[in-house]
């Protein structure tokens, strides 16, 4: 048997092991891993929460499609907190298995908005478990020149032949959902049946392979697209609501609309990697983002209004205006908010996409 000294050597050589096996984690507890958009994470906010929490944040600026392919590589690993649409989380969820169920007892509820929250909850829901809550919302619609293009009011209105090589959509689903929409068709109410979305999609598809001489050229990137209709090289475009409020301060004839078949809806949510290693930072910066004066910071940065509950309280009182001049009360109703994408469904879009983009 062993001594008493040696059996004493053993539990100090075993804890010296553990100790230094916990460093690591100790130090990956200080730090959040964020995979998020641009402008959601103004530096005085990560500055504040950093120095009330001690953890610090790792952000790296993404969009849905690579969020999703970035989690899918590595099955919900290398982040702690995303910020997918609510309508990109149970397709790939189903699919992938990228994020984990939400721990709704750590997140402090009543900072949101609660329809939002709830309608976010219903739409993030696989198998009875929540994956998302809501934090920025907004819009894509038109934003025209009302000056050179005083009659474009709806998706459509792009491809009058008089604006040919004068406007500017982006090649993603977005463009087809907002024409199928335009045409008199709900794609939502065809999410459940993959042929005929399908048919739909290809109608579509050709729709706008006969637009396609309008389009000065699909954009890419936000400063091409806000540059080109500063300069009058476009008349009108696709485009996201504080896009075209940012426009309208410096030349008040751009203005963004709400287009006759209606604007489309987004919610960027709060969902966690299936891998994530640190879940209470992501709750931490949940819950310190949905305080009202978080909240206010957050959407002079973004340009968008958040879920938080009296979270534009400090909101600019110029983009109030603008919202209630692009919104009267008949628009706001009309808006379109996206359902979850059922997987399978964006393969369906991609082929098409990709003909739209291969035609002469």
């Not at 504040?48 to 499609?65: A, C, D, P």
């Not at 290693?277 to 940065?301: C, G, H, T």
Request: hydrophobic share 45%; aromatic share 10%; proline share 6%.
């Amino acid at each position: 048997m062993p001594t008493k000294r040696l059996l004493l050597r053993w539990i100090a050589a075993a804890a010296a092991v553990a100790a230094a096996a916990q460093v690591p984690v100790q130090a990956n507890d200080n730090v959040l891993r964020l995979l998020t958009w641009a402008d959601y994470v103004p530096k005085e906010v990560v500055e504040q929460f950093t120095r009330e929490t001690g953890i610090k944040v790792e952000i790296t600026l993404s969009n849905n499609e690579e969020m999703i392919s970035k989690l899918r590589a590595t099955g919900g690993a290398g982040f702690d907190l995303a910020q997918p649409s609510q309508d990109r989380i149970v397709g790939p969820q189903m699919e992938f298995g990228i994020y984990k169920p939400l721990d709704l007892s750590k997140v402090q509820t009543d900072r949101f908005i609660p329809a939002m929250l709830e309608a976010t909850k219903q739409n993030t829901t696989v198998q009875g478990k929540v994956y998302g809550v809501p934090h920025i919302w907004g819009t894509d619609g038109l934003v025209v020149n009302t000056k050179l293009a005083p009659d474009v009011r709806d998706y459509t209105d792009l491809c009058r032949d008089k604006y040919a090589g004068k406007v500017s959509m982006r090649l993603k689903r977005p463009t087809l959902i907002a024409f199928a929409f335009a045409s008199g068709k709900d794609p939502f109410a065809l999410y459940q049946d993959p042929k005929a979305y399908a048919a739909l999609m290809e109608d579509v598809g050709k729709m706008l392979m006969a637009c396609k001489k309008n389009v000065k050229f699909f954009w890419e990137n936000k400063d091409q697209l806000l540059s080109g209709m500063r300069s009058g090289e476009l008349v009108a475009a696709m485009m996201w609501d504080t896009g075209g409020w940012a426009l309208n301060r410096a030349q008040p004839d751009i203005r963004f609309i709400a287009p006759r078949s209606g604007a489309l809806g987004w919610v960027d949510t709060f969902a966690i990697p299936a891998k994530g290693r640190n879940d209470d930072a992501a709750y931490a910066w949940i819950n310190f983002n949905m305080r009202p004066d978080i909240a206010a910071k957050v959407a002079r940065s973004a340009g968008n209004f958040t879920a938080a509950k009296d979270g534009d309280q400090g909101v600019d009182p110029v983009l109030k205006r603008q919202f209630n001049e692009s919104f009267p009360p008949a628009a706001l109703q009309n808006i379109k908010w996206y359902p979850a994408v059922p997987a399978g469904l964006e393969e369906i879009e991609g082929r098409v996409l990709d003909r739209i983009k291969a035609a002469r």
